[in-house]
């Protein structure tokens, strides 16, 4: 147990909100997986509009997009041989919350249109 502890506070603040990406990413992938198999496959006329299962796949497509550009960086620095500065990376991570969770996260929780 205490090893465990020792990793943790070996962790900087840039790894921390990378983590949070990839969890709240995880739990969204799980959820929009799930709603994939639930969602209409279409509209239905004179009904409220609702999300459609193609949205969700959209949604789950743009997930692993957002995986692999999160991962980009790690696989460049490892690949090439170079380290990236802690503050650029936050400011890339910060860049990505603004464009993944808070346009995202709202369409997945709320059921509103993925797309719209």
Known sequence: ?????????GVSIAQWIAIFIFVSMGISMVFITI???LAPIEQTPGEPKVTLRS???FLLFECVLGVIILLLPTILSHRFKF???GLVYILFLVFF???Y?????PKILFHSSALG
């Not at 969770?101 to 996260?105: E, F, I, P, S």
Request: glycine residues 0%.
């Open 35 to 37: 709603q994939i198999f």
């Open 83 to 85: 380290e990236i500065p």
């Open 101 to 105: 969770l808070l346009r995202n996260c």
């Open 97 to 99: 919350i603004r464009i």
């Open 55 to 57: 949205d969700y796949i």
């Open 1 to 9: 147990m205490k090893t465990m502890f020792k990793k943790l506070k």
